[in-house]
């Protein structure tokens, strides 16, 4: 079971970037597919991306499609996350979730899924 830590949050005008970093422990990151969820004030926490074992593919919501990005560096136990032209609805806590996979291909979405979470870090983007 690995352990998750966020970082790179942070206040930021609309418009801005930010990027994230979750760092993993344990010596078996490259088993887990690494993901992220948000939690804005008053409501529930949702799916933002999500990324494979092998890092060839990812997932995205909708509503940041084309302006977040998930990457990983499984030499370093890292995944990023960039996120571009932030919108003031994007105002939340990230969480850095990971879930054990057997399969490089194999990714998730839903947040009963993932089994190890962070503590979050909070971003806020001002309008």
């Known amino acids: 079971q690995v352990q998750v830590v966020e970082s790179g949050g942070g206040l930021v005008p609309a418009g801005g970037s930010l990027r994230l970093s979750c760092a993993a422990s344990?010596?078996?990151?490259?088993?887990?597919?690494m993901g992220w969820f948000r939690q804005a004030p008053g409501k529930e926490r949702e799916f933002v991306t999500v990324i494979t074992w092998s890092g060839r593919t990812t997932y995205y919501a909708d509503s940041v499609k084309g302006r977040f990005t998930i990457s990983r560096v499984n030499a370093k136990n890292t995944v990023y996350l960039q996120m571009n032209s932030l919108k003031p609805e994007d105002t939340a806590v990230y969480y850095c979730?990971?879930?054990?996979?057997?399969?490089?291909?194999?990714?998730?979405?839903?947040?009963?899924?993932?089994?190890?979470w962070g503590q979050g870090t909070q971003v806020t983007v001002s309008s």
């Open positions: 344990g010596r078996t990151f490259e088993s887990y597919a």
């Open positions: 979730a990971a879930r054990r996979v057997m399969s490089s291909g194999s990714y998730y979405t839903r947040e009963a899924d993932f089994s190890s």
